[in-house]
């Protein structure tokens, strides 16, 4: 089952949104022209990722300082999981998740 959310319009450099989706958070980001959709869930010890700060494709969670490199999703300060991504699924002007 195809959840949409997001008009294809409002993918611009920069976009970040939270979407909660049974019982789960999910960030929607566009980076450098790729859009991305990540748990938005930090692995280290779960804090929201939406106001990590982004520089140089490194995404840094706030709570601990924890580093990832946003497309592999690899820590790169710290023994810990990686970013969890998910697969973005596309119908008529909408992105959204398979379900
Ligand atoms: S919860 Fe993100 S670095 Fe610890």
């Known amino acids: 089952m195809f959840v949409a959310l997001e008009h294809l319009l409002n993918l611009k450099e920069g976009y970040r949104r939270v979407f909660p989706l049974q019982g ?20 280290h010890q779960g804090a929201p990722l939406h106001d990590a700060t982004l520089v140089a494709g490194v995404l840094r969670c706030a709570r601990h300082g924890i580093e990832f490199e946003l497309l592999s999703g690899r820590a790169l300060n710290a023994q810990c999981p990686g970013l969890v991504h998910l697969p973005l699924a596309y119908a008529a002007d909408r992105v959204g998740i398979e379900l």
């Open 24 to 43: 789960r958070s999910l960030l929607l980001m566009v980076v450098e022209g790729r859009t991305l959709l990540l748990e938005n869930r930090c692995p």
